[in-house]
């Protein structure tokens, strides 16, 4: 197991409905990033958060948005749900290492369907 | 976009090594090789990942090609639970990219 908790698990959301997805990071680990990942296709990028700032940001817009708290647990919000945002999301979380991207240690993700 | 090219699928029986290709031509000198793999329903877990050097560790090995444009992921005897999805990433220090990965099937 990773130590990456995610929650919650499953979730169904109507069109126009705004949700929030959680993540709890491995202990010690201060950079948290979030991926969007469609039924048959790799992850995608969403976004990063190092210690509470955003430290890079993929191709979705800014409906998109996140959180990291001072324990580095985080939040992904989306608002304006769409049809097209059903998917799995995945939160990563990793330990800051200069000049590499590192080991990312994912969750489960969380499966969120937009009716 | 992937900075790198994978096999959609491959099949392996039981107890061979697994050897999965990865082509990745542009990748430039400080960028490193990952792998991840995903089976069906979980969040994908790291494998292993090198800058030059081959690497091992108590899942697989990795050889990179002395020009560093491909390399292979070796699963030395590939069991059923290595049924997955195993993706190649290139990655300096910016965020990873997946991208389809190869779909390995490990047949009885």
């Known amino acids: 197991e990773t130590g990456v908790t995610q929650s919650p698990t499953h979730l169904i959301k109507t069109r126009g409905q705004q949700v929030t997805l959680r993540c709890s990071s491995q202990?010690?680990?201060?950079?948290v990033s979030w991926y969007q990942q469609a039924l048959g296709q790799g992850p995608q990028f969403i976004f990063q958060y190092y210690r509470e700032e955003e430290n890079g940001r993929g191709n979705f817009p800014p409906r998109f948005s996140g959180l990291q708290f001072p324990n580095y647990s985080s939040e992904l919000n989306v608002n304006a749900l769409e049809l097209d945002d059903s998917a799995l999301y995945l939160c990563a979380s990793s330990p800051m290492v200069r000049g590499a991207t590192g080991e990312l240690f994912f969750g489960e993700g969380s499966r969120l369907t937009v009716l | 976009d992937a900075k790198t090219t994978q096999p959609p699928s491959m099949d392996c029986a039981e107890g061979r090594a697994a050897n999965l290709p990865c082509n990745h031509s542009?990748?430039?000198?400080?960028?490193?090789v990952y792998w991840y793999r995903q089976i069906h329903s979980q969040g994908p877990q790291y494998i292993i990942h090198g800058l030059k050097n081959n690497e091992t560790n108590e899942m697989a090995s990795l050889i990179i090609t002395e020009d560093r444009k491909s390399s292979t992921l070796i699963l030395p005897h590939a069991t059923l639970r290595d049924t997955a999805v195993y993706y190649c990433i290139v990655s300096g220090n910016t965020p990873l990219v997946f991208g389809k990965g190869t779909r390995l099937s490990v047949i009885a």
């Open positions: 542009t990748i430039s000198g400080n960028e490193y």
């Open positions: 202990s010690g680990h201060n950079t």
